[in-house]
């Protein structure tokens, strides 16, 4: 987003309190996104491109991450992905993963309290701090195992291949 742009001093003067750096790098989290798809005033301020992005963002937002997955939310994830490569966003962590492994998200995401989206963030601060802050894709691996340990829907077998013998043969 341009820093001279009308969008982005308008977040600037809403969200006072965030730095620059972090309007630039797009920090929001639930409660001010959703203050955004109610706010007329944001949408009109941005420019074209951005508008794009902006309504592609709102279409996973609602349809994919709201509380009915749309039949067509591969197509909106991969639209917007296509956009934010296209306008040269940096992506984070959470981005890849929403790309990688859309087939792991539930029906009913929207659904999920906040205490789920915290527990995301001290999971992945655990991890990191285990990987000693360097993203990898060992340390991507690592969560994806610990949700797949966590579902109690996914059958999966860890168990040695040897048969073990008893101490009474």
Same mark, same amino acid.
Not at 59 to 69: A, E, P
């Given at each position: ?11 600037? =003067?809403?969200? *006072? ?6 309007? =630039? ?26 508008? &794009?992005? !902006? ?22 994830? &991969? ?5 934010? %490569? ?35 963030? %001290?999971?992945?601060?655990?991890? =990191? ?6 993203? *990898? *894709? ?6 994806? !195992? *610990? ?10 077998? !860890? %168990? ?10």
């Amino acid at each position: 987003m341009d820093e001279n742009g009308p969008a982005f001093k308008y977040l600037h =003067k809403k969200f *006072t309190r965030l730095s620059v750096a972090k309007i =630039k790098e797009g920090v929001f989290v639930g409660p001010r996104i959703n203050q955004f798809f109610r706010d007329p005033k944001f949408e009109k301020l941005l420019q074209s491109k951005e508008k &794009q992005i !902006w309504d592609a963002f709102y279409q996973v937002s609602t349809n994919f991450l709201g509380n009915d997955k749309a039949e067509n939310y591969k197509d909106l994830v &991969q639209d917007m992905l296509a956009l934010f %490569q296209d306008y040269g966003c940096n992506m984070c962590l959470k981005i890849h993963f929403l790309d990688s492994h859309l087939n792991f998200f539930p029906d009913n995401c929207g659904k999920s309290s906040d205490e789920h989206g915290e527990h995301f963030h %001290q999971d992945i601060a655990n991890i =990191k701090k285990r990987y000693q802050r360097n993203l *990898t *894709t060992a340390l991507l691996a690592d969560y994806c !195992w *610990t949700l797949i340990r966590d579902a109690p829907h996914v059958h999966y077998k !860890w %168990q040695a291949k040897r048969n073990r013998k008893s101490e009474a043969d």
